[in-house]
């Protein structure tokens, strides 16, 4: 079993910056993918980024050069880096890992969510 546990979120005006992190621990012999989502209210969960274990990256339009993700492979640890914030970024932010346990198997584990509110 994996366990994620996110932190960083909060409330910030227009403009503002955070920082987003995910901590895995568990039965995780590699982490393939990690990957942010996040869903406002009344709307459907979106992919907002994504990053491999060799560190490629790939973006949602409506956030590239504003955000940045990254990842610490020795600590099994993601980061989302928001800066230039808008009110439409208002939403609960999700980590959503591919993870390759000791025995090979491929599962996927979703964080517990995390809100970020910017105001205007």
């Known amino acids: 079993q994996v366990q994620l546990v996110e932190s960083g979120g909060g409330l910030v005006p227009a403009g503002g910056s955070l920082k987003l992190s995910c901590a895995a621990s568990g039965s995780i012999y590699s982490i393939r993918a990690m990957s942010w989502y996040r869903q406002a209210p009344g709307k459907q969960r979106d992919l907002v980024a994504t990053i491999n274990r060799g560190g490629a990256t790939n973006y949602a339009d409506s956030v590239r050069g504003r955000f940045t993700i990254s990842r610490d492979n020795a600590k099994n640890t993601g980061y989302l880096q928001m800066n230039s914030l808008k009110p439409e970024d208002t939403a609960v932010y999700y980590c959503?890992?591919?993870?390759?346990?000791?025995?090979?198997?491929?599962?996927?584990?979703w964080g517990q969510g995390t809100q970020v509110t910017v105001s205007s």
């Open positions: 959503y890992v591919d993870v390759i346990g000791f025995l090979g198997a491929l599962n996927q584990y």
